[in-house]
């Protein structure tokens, strides 16, 4: 779905949550890698699936932060295939960012409900180190956080809900090599250790877990 058509939708913090909870049902929202993708995608679609199940799709909505960037990977949105086959609702909550954005991104097919939130970032945190937009309405809406994985952005987001004292769920799964190589490559950037930042937020959290 073209991610154009909604430019005329972008709402503001307290619009968006109020349009989120108008739908009247329990968010459970999935984080994690989006562009860079998994090395084991078949792992996480297992467990991804595991996590729906736990869920009636009756009563739930399921949600990412998750956008498909063209030439790269679904990562975490491949969620809404197996949300729909399930009969659930879904969910994207995207910072307005995108629709400005050199890189080309669209909806994921399967997303019945997209919102467009006025973020001058790509969620997170701010550069003073505050909730970004798009993450206050996670927070605000979100019952409960299931992580796979992810970088800096999921790590702001996954460190948030666990301050907040909300539900979480993790799942140590590492990006995709070949994909995270080619765009360090490109970009120059140097990606440390495959299983992403949110693995070490969410290891300095449970050092005896």
């Given at each position: 779905?073209?991610?154009?058509?909604?430019?005329?939708?972008?709402?503001d913090v307290a619009a968006a949550v109020q349009a989120v909870r108008a739908l009247g049902k329990p968010v459970v929202t999935f984080g994690g890698f989006g562009e860079l993708g998994y090395e084991d995608?078949?792992?996480?679609?297992?467990?991804c699936s595991a996590e729906l199940d736990r869920h009636d799709p009756a009563r739930t909505l399921v949600a990412t932060g998750t956008l498909l960037t063209e030439g790269f990977r679904s990562?975490?949105?491949?969620?809404?295939?197996?949300?729909k086959a399930r009969g659930f609702a879904t969910a994207g909550i995207h910072p307005s960012v995108a629709l400005h954005h050199?890189?080309?991104?669209?909806?994921?097919p399967g997303v019945d409900h997209?919102?467009?939130v006025d973020?001058?970032?790509w969620g997170g945190v701010d550069d003073a180190g505050m909730p970004s937009s798009t993450l206050q309405v996670l927070l605000a809406v979100s019952d409960e956080f299931i992580v796979f994985g992810g970088g800096h952005h999921t790590?702001?987001?996954?460190?948030?809900?666990?301050?907040?004292?909300k539900p979480v769920r993790f799942h140590d799964a590492p990006m995709h090599r070949a994909t995270?190589?080619?765009?360090?490559?490109?970009?120059?950037?140097?990606i440390g250790d495959y299983r992403g930042a949110a693995f070490h937020v969410w290891r300095s959290r449970h050092a005896d877990a």
């Open positions: 779905m073209e991610l154009s058509a909604h430019a005329a939708a972008v709402r995608e078949a792992q996480v679609l297992e467990r990562g975490i949105a491949m969620v809404y295939a197996l949300a050199p890189k080309r991104h669209a909806i994921a997209v919102f467009m973020d001058a970032t790590a702001h987001e996954l460190l948030a809900f666990l301050q907040a004292g995270t190589d080619r765009w360090c490559r490109d970009s120059g950037a140097c």
